[in-house]
């Protein structure tokens, strides 16, 4: 499975924009980019994903680097319901598409 | 309200003892997966199942067996339970293996082996 680099941890303000980034330099073309959040004490949600145009849902935006080796996952509004451990996962579509977590980003947001 | 059940919320097992951790999703996902979650190791697959009546091991799948007899149970079973199978078990369902969906995850079981 291709790896995932992302920053430990990050800020943000309340009701302000989070750009969380993840840095994927081996992806494959097949590799799907997926996003999942864990709030304290409760179990993994999904948030998005994408192979290669942006995505945008009610939770968040994906936007993909031209060349796939990077990934941005876009929070427009920050609550501190946001905070949590984002995880940016590679999910390989030409296996059994088991989703491999790497440590994660710790979002904390600030009143 | 769709999604996956499981059960105990909590657990404190005697070492030695058999335990079956259940997980039913109501949702007709083909895929499910266990995960154990420590702190400072973060996630990690046990094993999964791509469709009822297949199963396959995941990253750390020692000390743990699991059936899926059909599409909505996949029980995760700890034969003899060893203190270092304390940890926090998550249990998740997808529409099918394939990496296009994603994954809904269960509100996880506490298991304390003492």
């Known amino acids: 499975d291709a790896k995932t680099t992302q920053p430990n941890s990050m800020e943000s303000n309340e009701e302000e924009p989070v750009h969380l980034p993840c840095n994927h330099s081996?992806?494959?073309?097949?590799?799907?980019i997926h996003w999942y959040r864990q709030l304290p004490s409760q179990g993994p949600e999904y948030v998005i994903h994408g192979l290669t145009s942006n995505v945008n849902n009610r939770m968040a935006s994906l936007a993909i680097a031209e060349d796939r080796k990077s990934s941005t996952l876009i929070l427009h509004r920050a609550t501190l319901r946001d905070a949590a451990v984002y995880y940016c996962?590679?999910?390989?579509?030409?296996?059994?598409?088991?989703?491999?977590f790497g440590q994660g980003t710790t979002l904390q947001v600030k009143p | 309200i769709a999604g996956i059940t499981q059960a105990p919320t909590s657990q404190i097992l005697a070492a030695g003892r058999r335990m079956t951790l259940r997980c039913t999703q109501d949702m007709r996902h083909n895929a499910m997966y266990w995960y154990r979650q420590d702190l400072g190791l973060g996630l990690r697959l046990i094993h999964y199942s791509n469709t009822a009546g297949t199963t396959g091991k995941g990253e750390v799948p020692d000390g743990y067996s699991v059936s899926r007899a059909n599409t909505d149970d996949f029980p995760l079973t700890l034969a003899s339970a060893v203190p270092s199978q304390t940890s926090v078990y998550f249990c998740a369902s997808s529409v099918s293996w394939d990496s296009f969906y994603g994954y809904t995850f269960g509100s996880g079981t506490r298991l304390t082996v003492v």
């Open positions: 996962i590679l999910r390989d579509s030409g296996n059994t598409g088991k989703l491999i």
């Open positions: 081996t992806i494959s073309g097949t590799d799907y």
